[in-house]
T-cell receptor
Framework: SQQGEEDPQALSIQEGENATMNCSYKTSINNLQWYRQNSGRGLVHLILIRSNEREKHSGRLRVTLDTSKKSSSLLITASRAADTASYFC?????????????FGPGTRLSVLP | KAGVTQTPRYLIKTRGQQVTLSCSPI?????VSWYQQTPGQGLQFLFE???????NKGNFPGRFSGRQFSNSRSEMNVSTLELGDSALYLC????????????FGPGTRLTVT
């Protein structure tokens, strides 16, 4: 099963509202990253939070990390229609060959005008 | 600084054919990773190259291969294409290890008929 799992799978809100997405993972990590993807395009890096950090901000984005619960949340405040996208968390994980990023299935956010 | 570029952007191939996709990383980035994205499986890690050496690989059959050149440009090759290989192939570069953010290209949309 995947290292990261986002929740909810889909979220629909009105412009101006806040959107919260959660990510849970299974094994210990060194860092966790959040990415945004507009429909069928490349991913854009949003925030990287290290395992020794608890909270990080970037503009309207706030990410928290709880390593004891193996979970992270992404909060987008005062959402805009342009925030409509899929959001993914990625964690570093080991496989038989080494270390790589593992992405969750994503949360599809729709911001309605 | 120019972003990650991928060529071609769209490709239609027939079952049994082979295909080569190209990725040019951000200048100075020595790590290039490839991902396959499908609606059913999500984002899956294919392999990573660093300084012309494959540093890690995911769980894909040997039909998927790659290489990296001395200028850090990378190619991936898929031989004997199957219908299930239809996907968005994304390339990402980063300056160092997994503690650094990845920068993604726009992707190559491969359709196998």
């Amino acid at each position: 099963s995947q290292q990261g799992e986002e929740d909810p799978q889909a979220l629909s809100i009105q412009e101006g509202e806040n959107a919260t997405m959660n990510c849970s993972y299974k094994t210990s990590i060194n860092n966790l990253q959040w990415y945004r993807q507009n429909s069928g395009r490349g991913l854009v890096h949003l925030i990287l939070i290290r395992s020794n950090e608890r909270e990080k901000h970037s503009g309207r984005l706030r990410v928290t990390l709880d390593t004891s619960k193996k979970s992270s949340s992404l909060l987008i405040t005062a959402s805009r229609a342009a925030d409509t996208a899929s959001y993914f968390c990625a964690t570093d994980a080991y496989n038989n060959y080494g270390q790589n990023f593992v992405f969750g299935p994503g949360t599809r956010l729709s911001v309605l005008p | 600084k120019a972003g990650v570029t991928q060529t071609p952007r769209y490709l239609i191939k027939t079952r049994g054919q082979q295909v080569t996709l190209s990725c040019s990383p951000i200048s100075g980035h020595r790590s290039v990773s490839w991902y396959q994205q499908t609606p059913g499986q999500g984002l899956q890690f294919l392999f990573e190259y660093f300084s012309e050496t494959q540093r890690n690989k995911g769980n894909f059959p040997g039909r998927f291969s790659g290489r990296q050149f001395s200028n850090s440009r990378s190619e991936m090759n898929v031989s004997t294409l199957e219908l299930g290989d239809s996907a968005l192939y994304l390339c990402a570069s980063r300056i160092g290890g997994l503690n650094y953010e990845q920068y993604f290209g726009p992707g190559t949309r491969l359709t196998v008929t």
